[in-house]
């Protein structure tokens, strides 16, 4: 079982390595951030892209945010131009933080059920396994964005969470 404290932190390392990877997928041009890369989305831009949609429909059902469009598949078009991913990444980063910070540890204990697309069906788990996992999902996509910017001779700086986060966290 996660707490409050282990959320914070997870939404503060998310958005610390989000900030690191979208500066070195800066320093590419549209056509490097677009090509494909054999990732499971294929290109730098497309899985950053699903991660904004996938963050979206986590705190959607978590804190009531609106629901991205499409599903999965469209989820790799949810911003097709770099400008506007980047400014939809610092918002929803500010957003994970803001709730984090503002969370009620009972909430962690309940259950949540939602209608899964993916699944075709209703579906309930625990609240904790579910906040575990948005953040699970951001780091194993993340880590395919890290692989792709390396292989284009970008470096991020450190990735490892005691060494990206200033402690104590406030």
Known sequence: MIDAAWVRLMAAYNAEMNRRLYAAADRLDEAARIAPRGAFFGSIHATLSHLVWGDRSWMARFAGWPKPEGGIADSVRLHPDWAGLKAARIEIDAGIVAWAASLDPDWLRGDLGWFSGALGR?????????????????????????AMLTASGQATGDTDLPFVLDFPLP
Do not use: D, S
Request: proline residues 4%; positive net charge.
């Open 122 to 146: 209703h579906v309930e788990r625990p609240v904790w396994v579910l906040v575990t996992h948005m953040f699970n999902h951001q780091t194993h996509h993340r880590g395919q964005v890290h």
